[in-house]
């Protein structure tokens, strides 16, 4: 069995790191490019790209690192060497904090925006959900990367 966790220990760390950054990147974006962009729109345009958007983000390849950071961060920890362990624990940790942001904060104002809410209501706290996520994954990138180097 240790064979079999020293074999597997490098490869999961390094597709846990990828797939956390992968999200960081994501929330990165939002919070650099997209939307600050869509804050130069009007009304109408803001919640009909939203909208648009929130539908189509929700697709196989975003959902398999949206759950495949933390499920591959929780492999990590398993197979991680006692050195790396605290440090895969930490990026666990703050992977999990990322997806709770999210399903807590993006996802109801998203709903809520789909369901006739106003960007008024929506954009200035769906903007700070995600800083908080965008941190919390480049966190967790962060603390898997620190880990595959204690490793």
Known sequence: MNELLDTLRAPILLA????TGLQAG???????GVMPGLAKVDDRAFV?????INVAIVNPV??????GAPALAAAAVATGTPG?????????????GTVV????????LNDA???????????????????????????SLA???????KS
């Open 143 to 149: 603390c898997l990367a620190w880990a595959a180097w």
């Open 48 to 52: 009909s790209s939203m909208n648009h």
């Open 84 to 96: 790396a362990r605290g440090w895969a624990i930490a990026g666990l940790v703050l992977a999990l």
């Open 113 to 139: 925006l789909a369901a006739g809410g106003s960007r008024a209501d929506f954009e200035t706290a769906w903007v700070r959900w995600n800083v908080v996520r965008t941190v919390t994954s480049t966190a």
């Open 16 to 19: 846990a790191t990828v797939a």
């Open 62 to 67: 975003f959902m398999l690192t949206f759950l």
């Open 101 to 108: 942001v999210t399903a807590a904060g993006n996802v109801p």
């Open 26 to 32: 994501t929330y990165y974006t939002w919070a650099s």
